[in-house]
């Protein structure tokens, strides 16, 4: 079988954590990306696209959602291509629009995202015509209750976003809120099941062909946390610190301990799963996790300096 990578006018960028995937999109009509990584990449984001277009313009920008690791390019693209177009699925467009972090993730996360604007909303129902291939847009929540997926029946590519990676799916945002989710995530499961794609296109990591295997993945994951929700509080606390420390690189422990205690995620994960605790002995609980499975070091002539370990 063919690989859908020798397909004319679509480029694909895995990038490593902190940036999602770029998926890159061209035909005779306009060039399209599919989301634009971490703002700490964007130059390296904005020197890929620029190597692949190889002097044509970008026309068009799309967001499977508005994770910072999503939009985090958004603005330098917008800066770096004057006509550039932009389409943001419709639940986040008012705060996007008055430019409100508190309403989006960046604040609750502790994430960098720089403000963007955009052109036009990405309604689940829509056809979008890139690289002369049809796509389905198709609402996609649990992870992120406003994300969409994009299918291309013809060849069953499918453009998962997080909804689906090889080894699961995103931490399911909502939850970390209080607002239950899982269902959300097994229905949108149950969606890429019945498209019945051939390729998947994920948010992180490789494009994968074996979806039987990472739907059952998922599936297992998913019961896991719906069993027991306070795994997926401190899957989902850990996956917060480990972003940041990734962006750090190295940071002191006390500094790096003043910002998660301050952050609204954290702080509510805290109260609804472990307010038996401070919330400072609960992050140290889950940085001692960490060290554990050798994701953060200490650094041996300083051992107040915390390094992540890639």
């Given at each position: 079988?063919?690989?859908?990578?020798?397909?004319?006018?679509?480029?694909?960028?895995?990038?490593?954590?902190?940036?999602?995937n770029?998926i890159?999109?061209?035909?005779s009509?306009?060039?399209t990306?599919?989301?634009?990584?971490?703002v700490?990449?964007?130059?390296?984001?904005?020197?890929?696209?620029?190597?692949?277009?190889?002097?044509?313009?970008?026309?068009?920008?799309?967001n499977?959602?508005?994770?910072?690791d999503?939009?985090?390019?958004?603005?330098?693209?917008?800066t770096?291509?004057?006509?550039?177009?932009?389409?943001?699925?419709?639940?986040?467009?008012a705060?996007?629009?008055?430019?409100?972090?508190?309403?989006?993730?960046?604040?609750?996360?502790?994430?960098?995202?720089?403000?963007?604007?955009?052109?036009?909303?990405?309604?689940a129902?829509?056809?979008l015509?890139?690289?002369?291939l049809?796509?389905?847009v198709?609402?996609?929540?649990g992870h992120?209750?406003?994300?969409v997926?994009?299918?291309?029946?013809?060849?069953k590519?499918l453009?998962?976003?997080?909804?689906?990676?090889?080894?699961?799916?995103?931490?399911?945002f909502?939850?970390l809120?209080?607002?239950?989710?899982?269902?959300?995530?097994?229905?949108?499961?149950?969606?890429?099941?019945?498209?019945?794609?051939e390729?998947?296109?994920?948010?992180?990591?490789?494009?994968?062909?074996?979806?039987?295997?990472?739907?059952?993945?998922?599936?297992?994951?998913?019961?896991?946390?719906?069993?027991?929700?306070?795994?997926h509080?401190?899957?989902?606390?850990?996956v917060?610190?480990?972003?940041k420390?990734?962006?750090?690189?190295?940071v002191?422990?006390?500094?790096?301990?003043?910002?998660?205690?301050?952050?609204?995620?954290?702080?509510?994960?805290?109260?609804?799963?472990?307010?038996?605790?401070?919330?400072?002995e609960?992050?140290?609980?889950?940085?001692?996790?960490?060290e554990?499975?050798?994701?953060?070091?200490?650094n041996?002539?300083?051992?107040?300096t915390?390094?992540?370990n890639?």
């Amino acid at each position: 079988m063919p690989s859908i990578l020798n397909l004319p006018g679509l480029q694909f960028f895995e990038r490593g954590w902190l940036s999602a995937n770029n998926i890159l999109l061209t035909d005779s009509e306009s060039a399209t990306l599919i989301d634009s990584g971490y703002v700490s990449h964007q130059d390296q984001t904005v020197a890929l696209i620029a190597h692949a277009l190889n002097g044509r313009p970008l026309d068009r920008l799309v967001n499977t959602h508005l994770h910072s690791d999503h939009c985090g390019g958004n603005a330098i693209l917008q800066t770096q291509y004057p006509a550039l177009k932009t389409f943001i699925p419709p639940g986040e467009a008012a705060a996007v629009q008055i430019w409100k972090e508190s309403a989006l993730s960046y604040e609750p996360t502790g994430q960098l995202c720089p403000q963007f604007k955009f052109d036009g909303l990405l309604e689940a129902g829509q056809t979008l015509r890139l690289a002369n291939l049809d796509w389905q847009v198709m609402a996609a929540p649990g992870h992120d209750p406003h994300s969409v997926i994009l299918f291309e029946p013809a060849h069953k590519i499918l453009i998962s976003a997080d909804a689906l990676w090889a080894n699961g799916f995103g931490v399911v945002f909502p939850e970390l809120e209080g607002i239950s989710a899982f269902q959300e995530v097994a229905d949108t499961l149950d969606l890429i099941e019945s498209l019945q794609a051939e390729w998947v296109i994920p948010g992180h990591g490789a494009i994968f062909q074996d979806i039987d295997a990472a739907l059952s993945n998922a599936r297992k994951k998913l019961d896991g946390f719906v069993q027991n929700p306070e795994k997926h509080a401190r899957y989902g606390a850990k996956v917060l610190l480990k972003y940041k420390l990734l962006e750090l690189h190295q940071v002191e422990k006390s500094a790096f301990m003043k910002w998660a205690t301050g952050i609204r995620y954290i702080q509510a994960l805290h109260t609804m799963h472990a307010s038996h605790l401070q919330v400072s002995e609960w992050v140290e609980e889950l940085l001692l996790d960490l060290e554990r499975s050798k994701a953060l070091l200490f650094n041996k002539t300083a051992p107040e300096t915390m390094i992540v370990n890639l």
